[in-house]
């Protein structure tokens, strides 16, 4: 079955998590597999679903705070780019489901001279850290000088998963050290514009995500407003 891409969207936070979470609902209508990439209109940190505590000076800083509907801890959504995908897995090995949804962005990153690794973290040690960053479980790719360059987590809803994930590019280094009282991965430019890089990561989707093809379809107005409609998960 063909995917939808979904192309491009800069919007706040809580209208990209409500995008995300609609488009886990289209598929468990009857939908057909869908990814998108986006961007955040103005720097946000989202939050894992399970993530109780966070340090209070958070809401001092100039950004949004939204739930994330997947798992993990905090990701700083500024000087990154995001992606989501929807689809039912073949299997529910979760290690097996992240290495096949991940393979699309090695094969994008390789072209850039950015070959990525899974990390060896265990979830345990990650769940101690207020940032995803911090640690590099097999859930995330790291760069051949140990840096994290994507994080990704997951929402499972029976047999249909909801994966999303951050590829960093050049993270604000001061809001970073506020945030996380620590250095932001040391990473390599990439050598593509934004542009180039959407269109990179979209053919290395057809080939190595999306056997059967993508069709792209913005959001429609009436799509537009059911995701509007979606309740925001929690109040951060």
């Given at each position: 079955m063909p995917w939808r891409w979904i192309p491009p969207i800069t919007a706040p936070a809580a209208t990209q998590m409500a995008i995300d979470r609609w488009m886990l609902q289209q598929l468990l209508a009857g939908g057909v597999p869908m990814l998108?990439?986006?961007?955040?209109s103005v720097p946000a940190l989202s939050l894992g679903r399970h993530q109780q505590r966070w340090p209070a000076q958070w809401r001092d800083e100039p950004l949004e705070l939204v739930r994330r509907p997947s798992g993990g801890r905090a990701v700083l959504h500024a000087g990154e780019?995001?992606?989501?995908?929807?689809?039912?897995?073949?299997?529910?090995?979760?290690?097996?489901?992240?290495?096949?949804?991940?393979?699309?962005?090695?094969?994008?990153?390789a072209k850039a001279g950015e070959p990525l690794h899974f990390g060896q973290a265990s979830p345990v040690a990650a769940a101690q850290r207020s940032s995803c960053?911090?640690?590099?479980?097999?859930?995330?790719?790291?760069?051949?000088?140990?840096?994290?360059?994507i994080g990704s987590a997951q929402l499972w809803h029976g047999p249909a998963l909801l994966q999303h994930g951050s590829l960093l590019l050049d993270p604000p280094a001061a809001l970073w050290q506020r945030l996380?009282?620590?250095?932001?991965?040391?990473?390599?430019?990439?050598?593509?514009?934004?542009?180039?890089?959407?269109?990179?990561?979209?053919?290395?989707?057809?080939?190595?995500?999306?056997?059967?093809g993508l069709f792209s379809q913005p959001l429609s107005p009436e799509e537009w407003a059911a995701a509007q409609t979606l309740e925001p998960l929690g109040c951060v």
């Open positions: 998108r990439l986006y961007r955040w780019l995001t992606y989501a995908l929807v689809f039912t897995p073949q299997t529910r090995d979760r290690e097996a489901v992240y290495r096949h949804c991940c393979r699309w962005l090695q094969q994008a990153l960053f911090a640690t590099a479980t097999a859930a995330d790719l790291v760069s051949a000088r140990g840096a994290k360059r996380f009282q620590a250095d932001p991965p040391q990473l390599a430019p990439l050598p593509w514009s934004p542009d180039e890089l959407e269109q990179q990561l979209r053919q290395a989707a057809e080939e190595h995500l999306c056997p059967e």
